[in-house]
Structure formats: structure tokens, C-alpha cells
């Protein structure tokens, strides 16, 4: 074996696609015939997948982990783990956050290298020069190191030529799904200049592969697994009007039946482009699901972070697609924007809301909470204009997002920006908790008790949106107490249950059908 690649734990078990290391990985395999094994911890934990590596560390002398700023607390975790079972053994790190904070990795002991760009020809290159007797890592491109002490980094790699993806590096039990669900990337990068973004801050343009790869991608996903629905992983897969043009008529070629979902802009939407006709073409080959960034229902935020959009846009796509039975709305949007006031935020519920209402199949992502990247406009305003501290080690960065609330770090959890009215903090932080409330179906995951303590909460989340009012929120503070409080933890803990957990009739009866019954009734 070649090298291991690792993914950190993001808590899909089923579907989970690790596109960093799946890509590097397939390449490594399909263009450079090297022998590698891809560990993604969201499968079986994190634990587990650590336990699996210590047996696997004997075959390899380079592992290669990535992830974004929220997975620093696994980032480090595995490079401590690997270096006390395997020693010798030589650790890269790729991915958004070695990107945006490599020469803060370089500097952890337990990390030799970083990989600060795209990983394909770095991760060639090094295993090359790890074969020699004298490595010479100046020749690997796209890499950080340290040599005497001293910070070396090496001119950028160039774009390798676009390549397939080996969907047999990931888990069997992964591949067992993709008869009802595969993803396929057909097109990188974003040519936007979206500011709050990582892709516009690291300035990866939009590329894709020539339309005949794409075929054969797509013949060999059809053929092999015969998927009931594709993703179209891309960040603009209507970025090009030929290349959808060319999907449609190879779709309607080949007689295929699977769903498909994939990433729009708004601003798409319009008379020359995705318009009426479209759509029901659209429709004709199974367009499921459209996924727009709708951001914010405020023009003036919406210049703040330079989308190339306005709410007008947004309108459009809702007005166009509530007509449709079929191609279902997938809207995010974003709220805690450096110089985005109290209404603002309202604005973006409001839009929110409508979205719900107007189409009742839509899925919301979020409304999340800006998260600060390294580097670009945002990042130097809330530097110099609000003093934000960024962690300036891994250490710190660990710090930040290892805390019990945010296991999977999806969210900057418990920080508030200075630059959110403090009226708004709340709200900010849990505005996509009433856009749930709000929305039949969703929570279904809590248990049954706190069910039926939210009905009544439902309802004025509902007229909340509805009206677009946002004060006095104890309803949204009543929820998320609900939401956090945990009826059998604090059971299994009292001194009540610790003396009837002593006694021999209870312990017989914990053993029973009925008890299980009785607990699961309340449960999920």
C-alpha cells in the first residue's frame, strides 16, 4: 500500500461522499497506478477508524488527512494517534483548512507536511521523492515543510486534467446505497465572488471536463450501479447553457431514467436561460431537486457579500418553480453578515418563510451562521473594523470547535460576533431552528414527549414568519430548552433512579419487553 487518506467524522453513516480524498485517492489510482485506502470516520466513528489505521500503519510510510477548519480537533487527534503507534510514519494535510491555515499546521509537531492546493500532483510527486534515497521535497509542488527550522513552500501544482472517479475506494457498505443514490462531480470550482465563500477566497474558477467524459462518466455510473438518483456534486452545473443543452439531448439519447438533483443561480432564472420551457425539459428528464444559494431577503446583504444576485432573483426562481410538481426548491440561507442589521436578518426569514409557504416540498438549509474564513474582504473588515480573534495555532483552533454541542462542527457553536446586534444574537443563532418549527415533518428525530411540547411552539413559529415578527421570542427560547433538555440523562443520574436501579425487582423488570416498550414510547 501506497499511503492512507482520511476523512474526519461529519456523521453521515450512510451516504457520505468524501470528496477531498476521494478525488486525490482516484486519481492516485487511476493515473498513477498507486495502491490506496481511503478511512472515512464517518462510518464507524472515531474510535473505531483509529483502531482500523494502528493496523494499517505497518504497510504505509505517508498518511494523508484532510479537512476543513472544524475538523481540527480529528486533524489533530489522528496525527497524535499516528505518530505514537507509527513513529517514522510521515503525515500530509490537505483540504480547505490546510489551504487557508497551512503555515499554522506546519508549525504542530506531528505534522511534516501540508498540502496548500489541489492535492493531485502534490500527493504524485511526494510519493516519487519518498521512494528515492534522497528525497528532495523543493521538487514537490503545491507543498509546506519545514526544513532546519525553516518554512519552505514550493510554487503551486498545476490543474491535472480531469479524470474519473473511483467509486470503489470508498466502503462497501457506501457503495451498497448507490443503487438508490450516487453523487457525480462534473465541473470544479466557482468563477463568483462571493466574499463570505472559501472557493472565491482560494480563487478556484470554474472548470469542467470535456462533454465526452462526462458521458462516459455517466454511462459507467448508469451501468454499474443503475442509480434511482444522481447529485450533480458541481458548485454550477448551469454554469454553462451548451453543456446543459448537451445533458439534455444525451439524457434523452440514452433513455435514462434516474433522478437527478443539482446546484442553480438565481440569476439563471431568466428569459433567455432557465425559463418557462426549460423547466418542463427539465422536467422531461427527471430534474428532482434545484439547489440555489439564496443567501439573504435583503438586497443591501446581499452587496455586502457580492453574490451578483438580488432578492428579485430569488422571487423568480419561487414564483417559476411553485408552478412545477416535480422540481422541488433546495434554498440556503445565511445570516450573521458583518454590516447586516437586526431588519436584514428579518428580511432573510421572511424570505425564508415564504419559501416554505409558496412551496411546500422545498428543503431550507439553515438559515446558518457566518462562519469567518481566513483571508479575503470579510475576513480583513471584522480583523481591523470589530478586532475578531482568529486561532492563530492548531492547538487554539481545537479550542474553538471541540466542545459537546457541536460534535461535527457544522456551526461556529456559542460565539457572537460583534458585529451582530446584540438584539439579534439570538435569533441569529437559532433562526434555523424556527424555520424547523415552522415546518411540518421536520424534528421528527427528538423524542416523542418533546413532540408534544413543541406542537403549540409550531404554531407561533408559523405566524411568526408568516407576519415577520421576531420580538419577544420566548416561544424560540421555550424550544431550544426543550430541544436541549435530555429527560433520561437526567433520570439515569438521580439519586432516585440510583437507588431503584439497586433493587432486584427494577433490575429484573429494566430486562423485560415492557420496560423497553414503556421508555420507547417516549422516545424516538
Request: proline share 4%.
Amino acid at each position: 500500500m501506497d499511503v492512507i487518506l482520511i476523512n474526519p467524522d461529519h456523521g453521515n453513516k450512510r451516504n457520505n461522499f468524501p470528496w477531498g480524498v476521494l478525488s486525490v485517492g482516484s486519481y492516485l489510482v487511476n493515473q498513477q497506478g498507486r495502491d490506496v485506502r481511503i478511512l472515512d470516520a464517518s462510518l464507524d466513528g472515531v474510535d473505531a477508524t483509529l483502531e482500523k489505521l494502528k493496523e494499517l500503519l505497518p504497510q504505509v510510510s505517508l498518511v494523508g488527512i484532510g479537512g476543513m477548519s472544524s475538523d481540527t480537533p480529528f486533524i489533530k487527534l489522528a496525527s497524535d494517534f499516528i505518530k505514537t503507534a507509527s513513529p517514522t510514519c510521515k503525515i500530509i494535510v490537505g483540504g480547505s483548512h490546510a489551504t487557508l491555515c497551512s503555515k499554522q499546521l506546519i508549525n504542530y509537531k506531528n505534522i511534516d507536511y501540508v498540502a496548500y492546493a489541489d492535492g493531485e500532483e502534490t500527493l504524485t510527486v511526494l510519493l516519487k521523492e519518498m521512494e528515492t534515497p534522497h528525497p528532495d521535497l523543493e521538487r514537490v509542488p503545491g507543498l509546506i515543510f519545514l526544513k532546519n527550522g525553516k518554512l519552505i513552500q514550493t510554487p503551486i501544482p498545476t490543474k491535472v486534467p480531469f479524470y474519473r472517479i473511483d467509486y470503489t475506494l470508498l466502503d462497501k457498505r457506501v457503495r451498497a446505497t448507490f443503487g438508490k443514490y450516487i453523487q457525480v462531480l462534473s465541473g470544479r470550482g466557482c468563477s463568483y465572488k462571493c466574499t463570505f465563500c472559501y472557493v472565491s477566497i482560494v480563487g478556484k474558477k470554474w472548470r469542467s471536463p470535456p462533454f465526452e467524459l462526462l458521458k462516459d462518466e455517466l454511462d459507467a455510473v448508469v451501468g454499474e450501479y443503475d442509480p434511482d438518483q444522481i447529485y450533480f456534486r458541481d458548485e454550477l452545473f448551469f454554469f454553462d447553457k451548451n453543456r446543459i443543452r448537451a445533458f439534455i439531448d444525451f439524457y434523452k439519447e440514452r433513455g435514462f431514467r434516474f433522478q437527478w438533483r443539482a446546484t442553480c443561480r438565481t440569476t439563471d432564472f431568466r428569459d433567455n436561460y432557465v425559463n418557462d420551457d426549460l423547466i418542463k425539459e427539465l422536467e422531461e428528464i427527471n430534474c428532482e431537486c434545484l439547489k440555489f444559494g439564496f443567501e439573504s431577503g435583503s438586497d443591501r446583504t446581499l452587496k455586502i457579500i457580492r453574490k451578483g444576485a438580488r432578492v428579485e432573483h430569488s422571487y423568480r426562481v419561487i414564483d417559476q418553480l411553485a408552478k412545477s410538481k416535480q422540481i422541488k426548491v433546495n434554498a440556503s440561507f445565511l445570516v450573521g453578515i458583518p454590516g447586516e442589521s437586526y431588519d436584514n436578518i428579518c428580511e432573510t426569514l421572511n424570505l425564508a418563510g415564504l419559501v416554505q409557504r409558496r412551496c411546500p416540498n422545498a428543503e431550507i438549509i439553515g438559515p446558518s451562521y457566518y462562519r469567518v474564513y481566513p483571508g479575503g474582504e470579510l475576513y480583513d473588515m471584522v480583523i481591523q473594523d470589530y478586532g475578531f480573534f482568529m486561532p492563530s495555532t492548531l492547538e487554539e483552533w481545537v479550542e474553538r470547535y471541540n466542545v459537546p454541542d457541536n460534535a461535527h462542527g457544522f456551526i461556529d457553536s456559542g460565539i457572537h460576533y460583534d458585529w451582530v446586534p446584540k438584539s439579534a444574537h439570538f435569533l441569529a443563532q437559532n433562526a434555523a431552528l424556527l424555520l424547523s418549527l415552522a415546518k411540518p415533518g421536520e424534528l421528527r428525530y427528538i423524542d416523542r414527549y418533546k413532540q408534544k411540547l413543541l406542537t403549540p411552539l409550531r404554531v407561533l413559529a408559523r405566524l411568526r414568519l408568516k407576519y415577520g415578527w421576531y420580538r419577544l421570542l420566548l416561544d424560540l427560547h421555550t424550544a431550544k430548552a426543550i430541544l436541549d433538555f435530555d429527560l433520561w440523562t437526567l433520570l439515569d443520574n438521580s439519586a432516585f433512579y440510583a437507588r431503584l436501579s439497586r433493587m432486584t425487582w427494577f433490575k429484573n423488570f429494566k430486562g423485560t419487553g415492557l420496560f423497553k416498550t414503556v421508555r420507547g414510547f417516549f422516545a424516538e
